[in-house]
């Protein structure tokens, strides 16, 4: 097996400003757990010739991976400066500038400017930072083949008060509330945090998509699940993948599945599925 591209390039890992990260903030990062994730979300047999655009793409790392198996462009966008500027140093070291190219700016700016399309998108631990997830999710839609999402579930029980602890880790461990977190279509609401550099989180009022919205959603836009590199990363990252923490989703547009539409117009004009009911007679 070829050694890690994040052990022969270290400093994608080693200037990473989540690689201190405390847990409650979301976990550190190393040279093993970032090479798992990449080998399953963006496989290298998938990347030759391909055009990656990463959101909110911190150092790059993601860049650094793509490009070292074969990618013919690597556009990054990321909002700190600081980490736009040594993404920037860090790739040039290795790639030709012809290769790749980072923008400091916020992502939806990105978006509503961009007309370009990516055979791949990634965007990873970032939609919970957005003001509006659903609409960044349906422009990325225009642009992209495949979506690459990585995401923490919403905290339904963990920060309820009503249920003693008992009851609660007995809904918590249960298979029921694995399939309910990952299936069922809803948006959680509360604080969250975001990583800065200096050691320090930056915490706010957040929306965070369950991965079953995200099925939904993305169904809707004629794109299908890719349940493997979810299913494997919980087995072998099970402290990071998990009901309680992180999941990870791949999206494949799919030419011969219609987008649907959604809304009381579109259920009359037959572009979503609907059904009239009969009124019972008493």
């Not at 990463?54 to 070292?68: K, P, T």
Request: glycine letters at 4%; charged letters at 25%.
């Amino acid at each position: 097996m070829d050694e890690s591209i994040f052990i022969t390039k270290p400093e994608f890992i080693d200037l990473d400003i989540r690689k201190n990260r405390p847990k409650i903030s979301g976990g550190n990062i190393n040279a093993d757990n970032t090479f798992i994730k990449h080998s399953l979300l963006l496989p290298k047999s998938e990347l030759t010739g391909k055009r990656i655009l990463d959101l909110g793409s911190c150092n790059a790392a993601s860049g650094a991976w793509v490009l070292n198996y074969g990618a013919s462009f690597y556009k990054g966008v990321e909002l700190l400066p600081n980490l736009a500027k040594r993404s920037r140093i860090l790739l040039k070291k290795y790639y030709s500038p012809l290769k790749w190219n980072i923008e400091n700016l916020e992502i939806e700016q990105f978006l509503k400017d961009n007309d370009t399309s990516y055979d791949i998108t990634i965007i990873a631990e970032i939609l919970h930072a957005l003001s509006d997830p659903i609409s960044v999710l349906r422009e990325i839609t225009k642009i992209s083949k495949v979506i690459v999402i990585e995401s923490t579930h919403p905290s339904i029980l963990q920060k309820t008060n009503f249920l003693n602890e008992e009851l609660k880790m007995q809904i918590l461990n249960s298979p029921d509330y694995e399939n309910y977190i990952e299936n069922e279509p809803f948006m959680g609401f509360g604080i969250e945090g975001m990583t800065l550099p200096d050691e320090q989180t930056l915490l706010f009022k957040s929306l965070k998509p369950s991965l079953g919205l995200l099925k939904s959603f993305m169904r809707n836009e004629g794109y299908i699940y890719n349940d493997f590199a979810n299913k494997h990363l919980k087995e072998l990252l099970p402290n990071i993948y998990s009901k309680y923490n992180k999941y990870a989703a791949i999206f494949i547009k799919k030419e011969d599945v219609p987008k649907k539409n959604y809304g009381f117009n579109a259920a009359l004009e037959g572009t979503t599925k609907s059904k009239i009911y009969k009124w019972r007679k008493y």
